[in-house]
């Protein structure tokens, strides 16, 4: 079956980091990109960033460049988001999604179901 | 950066009838050497993750019922649902990929009246 499987949901203090994962499975991990999107409680979505697991190639959107890192370990057909410091702000799901090709500029026509990411001293 | 914007925020339709989501770029998505539109809307459904229902302004994604039909072309785009059923309440997003600084619309709310 074709899937992306997110990790679980985390609650993390303000201060501490994480790290949140996708795997990709059915499919050839390293051909299509990635991305990765926020969904802030009861608001729309926002584009954070992809990466071309193939050679890595990550790009950010503005509003979240240096705010979080993303990777990818192709070995084990699985993305990353992380951040180092995380804010209260931070309090989201965040989803991974698929483009069904090797040029970015594509739809995303695979989801996972989310990674809750819940922020609160 | 590109913006979308969708109109209305929210719209409640009876069962059965048409319903309507508009959804404007700030500049044209259409690439010329292709003529095709980058455009892509997505149901989004309480406690799910969102579903491509449309590519390409106007190509219906494989499973997605007939009823959903993408138009448009440049800066404005419709997405109609033409006989609205009691499982197409969701909220609804166009989103463009012309740029790789990819950008979602606000979103619209779709409900049943």
């Known amino acids: 079956e074709v899937q992306l499987v997110q990790s679980g949901a985390e609650v993390k203090k303000p201060g501490e980091s994480l790290k949140i994962s996708c795997k990709g499975s059915?499919?050839?991990?390293?051909?299509?990109?990635i991305g990765w999107v926020r969904q802030m409680p009861g608001k729309g979505l926002e584009w954070m960033g992809i990466?071309?697991?193939?050679?890595?190639?990550?790009r950010y959107s503005p509003s979240f460049q240096g705010q979080v890192t993303i990777s990818a370990d192709k070995s084990i057909s699985t993305a990353y988001l992380q951040w180092s410091s995380l804010k209260a702000s931070d309090t989201a799901m965040y989803y991974c999604?698929?483009?069904?090709?090797?040029?970015?500029?594509?739809?995303?026509?695979?989801w996972g179901r989310g990674t809750l990411v819940t922020v609160s001293s | 950066d590109i913006v979308m914007t969708q109109s209305p925020d929210s719209l409640a339709v009876s069962l059965g009838e048409r319903a309507t989501i508009n959804c404007k770029s700030s500049?044209?998505?259409?690439?010329?050497?292709?003529?095709?539109?980058?455009l892509a809307w997505y149901q989004q459904k309480p406690g799910q993750p969102p579903k491509l229902l449309i590519y390409?302004?106007?190509t219906r994604e494989s499973g997605v019922p007939d009823r959903f039909s993408g138009s448009g072309s440049g800066t404005d785009f419709t997405l109609t649902i033409s006989s609205l059923q009691a499982e197409d309440v969701a909220v609804y997003y166009c989103q463009q990929y012309y740029s790789t600084l990819y950008s979602f619309g606000q979103g619209t709310k779709l409900e049943i009246k």
């Open positions: 500049q044209s998505v259409l690439y010329s050497s292709n003529n095709k539109n980058y």
């Open positions: 990466i071309y697991p193939g050679d890595s190639d990550t």
């Open positions: 390409w302004a106007s």
């Open positions: 999604a698929r483009q069904y090709s090797s040029s970015p500029h594509w739809y995303f026509d695979l």
């Open positions: 059915g499919y050839s991990f390293t051909s299509y990109w």
